[in-house]
Nanobody, 124 residues
Framework: QVQLVESGGGLVQAGGSLRLSCVAS????????MGWFRQAPGKEREFVAA????????KYADSVKGRFTISRDVAKNTVYLQMISLKPEDTAVYYC?????????????????WGQGTQVTVSS
């Protein structure tokens, strides 16, 4: 019954911006830490960003600090990933994930639920 659905992916030019959304259902959204991960073909899945409950503290991968911003709208059961200054190396499938752990988590194994992913392609 728990479902995470990502959207907002697409094709964008290098230097451009994109905003990803993840809508959660079947869980009490305000009591879950939410994370974003990405995976490119032939590469390991890597942590991008996370936002915790209850305080909403955030954590970012070094590769995206200063360019990506994670946020949430509890009323809409939605977590966002605002991406600016996109680079070709940001190209990947981006996944939304949820965990009950009350701190932002960078390890994929700590997350209980995952979305299906949304493709982000950054052209040069």
């Amino acid at each position: 019954q728990v479902q995470l659905v990502e959207s907002g992916g697409g094709l964008v030019q290098a230097g451009g911006s994109l905003r990803l959304s993840c809508v959660a259902s079947g869980l009490t959204f305000s009591r879950y830490t939410m994370g974003w991960f990405r995976q490119a073909p032939g590469k390991e899945r890597e942590f991008v960003a996370a936002i915790s409950w209850p305080g909403g503290s955030t954590k970012y991968a070094d590769s995206v600090k200063g360019r990506f911003t994670i946020s949430r709208d509890v009323a809409k059961n939605t977590v966002y990933l605002q991406m600016i200054s996109l680079k070709p190396e940001d190209t990947a499938v981006y996944y939304c994930a949820a965990t009950r752990i009350i701190a932002p988590q960078a390890m994929a194994s700590t997350y209980d639920y995952w979305g299906q992913g949304t493709q982000v392609t950054v052209s040069s």
